[in-house]
């Protein structure tokens, strides 16, 4: 009886953390031949710029065409962004629509003259957006808290990132001036 119970424990709790793992944001199809992975900050002005520039060309001809599949990966320069990484991590289902709302209304909550103040604008914003998000659980969740430290441990340790955005394609990082035409000459080469 005790090893069914301690089996019973065993599986439950293997279940668990299997259902809560986290998984990386990505748009596109899993087996496309370009794998695009963009190390961003949350408040960095020129990672919202990519969003509102560069992102939707870039998802019309390569993502949604199958050609091309992105990665967003965190790393954030301050903890207003680190909170935020944590906020997009923190629903599976919404993590790319939480993303993508994070920078195209960057300016609606990035204001204020303290971390604290920004936190609360952050707090705001995602419940005016209606993201069924619990803010103080998912700032302080450990995991999420890994995950995205992670990502900019890697960044730093497997492709020198410093500066946000940095892009990465095919495990290259891409070294020119990040605009769609000067992307789009790169994927051409590869497809």
């Known amino acids: 009886m005790k ?6 424990v065993l599986f439950l709790n293997w279940t668990i953390n299997v259902s809560a793992e986290i998984n990386r944001i990505i748009s596109g199809n899993e087996n496309a031949k370009i794998i695009i992975i963009v190390y961003e900050s949350l408040t ?9 520039d560069v992102y939707p060309q870039l998802k019309k001809e390569y993502i949604d065409t199958g ?17 935020a990484s944590k906020i997009s991590q923190c629903k599976e289902d919404q993590g790319l629509e939480i993303l993508e709302s994070l920078y195209s209304d960057q300016q609606a909550w990035i204001k204020g003259s303290s971390a604290e103040e920004i936190n609360k604008n952050l707090k705001k914003f995602i419940n005016q957006k209606g993201f069924d998000i619990d803010y103080e659980k998912c700032v302080n969740n450990k995991e999420i808290e890994d995950f995205v430290l992670n990502d900019r441990i890697e960044g730093a340790k497997n492709f020198n990132v410093n500066a946000t955005p940095t892009i990465i394609i095919n495990n290259k990082k891409f070294d020119k001036s990040l605009n769609y035409k000067n992307l789009k000459k790169i994927l ?4």
């Open 188 to 191: 051409e080469k590869l497809i």
């Open 3 to 8: 090893k069914i119970l301690l089996f019973c």
């Open 44 to 52: 960095c002005s020129h990672c919202a710029d990519f969003h509102k």
């Open 67 to 83: 050609l091309a599949k992105i990665e967003f990966r965190h790393f954030p320069l301050d903890i207003a962004a680190f909170n």
